[in-house]
Nanobody, 120 residues
Framework: VQLVESGGGEVQVGGSLTLSCAASTSMFGFISMGWYRQAPGGQRELVASITAGGVTNYRDFVKGRFTISRSNAANTVTLQMNNLQPEDTAVYYC???????????????WGQGTQVTVSS
């Protein structure tokens, strides 16, 4: 598997960014996908997820500001982020919340992530 995140950058408070994740797995259309983030010094946390059928779920702290979507035809998952706040600053990753992709070494696979920085 490969998960390639893109679209991060630096924005001011209240700004918007759209993150994209391209997934190279034949399982994509059958599994839930999610966006995670890891702030400096913090743990990685799931912020939004979407089932194969398009049902979405959000953490309270992003509800109303972030929108997750997917294209099963293109094997992509997108996170539209609006009204960004300094606490949204983190590295953002996509992955499958209910499925584990493994590396050759046996650990859970993660892509390189994409940095989002929100400045005030």
């Amino acid at each position: 598997v490969q998960l390639v995140e893109s679209g991060g950058g630096e924005v001011q408070v209240g700004g918007s960014l759209t993150l994209s994740c391209a997934a190279s797995t034949s399982m994509f259309g059958f599994i839930s996908m999610g966006w995670y983030r890891q702030a400096p010094g913090g743990q990685r946390e799931l912020v939004a997820s979407i089932t194969a059928g398009g049902v979405t779920n959000y953490r309270d702290f992003v509800k109303g500001r972030f929108t997750i979507s997917r294209s099963n035809a293109a094997n992509t998952v997108t996170l539209q982020m609006n009204n960004l706040q300094p606490e949204d600053t983190a590295v953002y990753y996509c992955n499958a919340p209910k499925h584990t992709f493994y590396t050759a070494a046996g650990s859970r696979y993660w892509g390189q992530g994409t940095q989002v920085t929100v400045s005030s």
